[in-house]
């Protein structure tokens, strides 16, 4: 049974974007920053 908090996560438009952010981490297309003034 799913939480019903939590449905947003198993639609098509999540999960597409799921699938865009994994095929970003696996080329290499992320920064990390050690602040959050770097990130800004």
């Given at each position: 049974?799913?939480?019903?908090?939590?449905?947003?996560?198993?639609?098509?438009?999540?999960?597409?974007?799921?699938?865009?952010?994994?095929?970003d981490?696996?080329?290499?297309?992320?920064?990390?920053?050690?602040?959050?003034?770097?990130?800004?």
């Amino acid at each position: 049974m799913m939480d019903k908090c939590q449905a947003y996560f198993w639609t098509k438009e999540w999960q597409e974007a799921e699938r865009e952010a994994s095929a970003d981490i696996k080329a290499g297309r992320v920064k990390a920053f050690d602040t959050v003034e770097e990130l800004f």
